[in-house]
């Protein structure tokens, strides 16, 4: 079983849409919860992180935690085109960050 | 304040060439890390630093090495580049290893083409 498990897409939605993105974890021991963002041929750069199971919310970006069943969300409401791009959930290790795989979006108007 | 630069942008290998990619970092930050990213596989771990002359291996550290002399920089050497080495290469840094405050800055990549 992989320690981290994300739908790398693509996922295709129309301005203004809401958006979910998913990963499933293994290892119970990850206590911090993050995504990055990635543009293309950009590096990634982080976006949201929480360390409680529960929802997190920044604007029109929501994290959902879920411990007891080892899934994180991020939500994505009223989706704008400069959404478009790659999404890496990443979960805390020791001195390093595991990532999945990346979930590509595309936001069209 | 550049945060964290990497050169070169792009380079072409040709098979059992070596070269050194270069990574800066002017955040004072003591952690350094190296990923490698190829398509549909995320971000894998090469090899990271938690401190000037302290170094350890990643997830994929076979066919790379590293070292790390100053604060500021750490290089990321291939000695005999294969075709498997083509990806894109990633160097982020983070003040501490661990807790809220370690966001980790990601350079812009480079991208190395091996045939």
């Known amino acids: 079983q992989k320690e981290v498990e994300q739908d790398p897409g693509p996922l295709s939605v129309p301005e203004g849409a809401i958006v979910s993105l998913n990963c499933t974890y293994s290892?119970?021991?990850?206590?911090?919860f993050m995504w990055y963002r990635q543009y293309s041929r950009k590096g990634p750069e982080l976006l949201m992180y929480t360390y409680s199971s529960g929802n997190k919310e920044d604007g029109r970006f929501t994290a959902q935690v879920d411990k007891s069943s080892k899934y994180i969300s991020l939500f994505i409401r009223d989706s704008q085109p400069s959404d478009s791009a790659t999404y890496l959930c990443?979960?805390?290790?020791?001195?390093?960050?595991?990532f999945g795989a990346g979930t590509r979006l595309a936001v069209h108007p | 304040n550049a945060g964290v630069t990497q050169t070169p942008k792009f380079r072409i290998l040709k098979i059992g060439q070596s070269m050194t990619l270069q990574c800066t970092q002017d955040m004072n930050h003591n952690y350094m890390y190296w990923y490698r990213q190829d398509p549909g596989m995320g971000l894998k771990l090469i090899y990271y630093?938690?401190?000037?002359?302290?170094?350890d291996k990643g997830e994929v550290p076979n066919g790379y090495n590293v070292s790390r002399s100053t604060t500021e920089d750490f290089p990321l050497r291939l000695e005999l580049a294969a075709p498997s080495q083509t990806s894109v290469y990633f160097c982020?840094?983070?003040?501490?290893?661990?807790?809220?405050?370690?966001?980790?800055?990601f350079g812009p990549g480079t991208r190395l083409t091996v045939l």
């Open positions: 630093s938690v401190g000037a002359g302290i170094t």
């Open positions: 982020a840094s983070s003040f501490s290893g661990g807790g809220s405050t370690d966001t980790q800055y």
């Open positions: 290892n119970s021991a990850f206590q911090y």
């Open positions: 990443a979960f805390r290790g020791y001195n390093k960050l595991i």
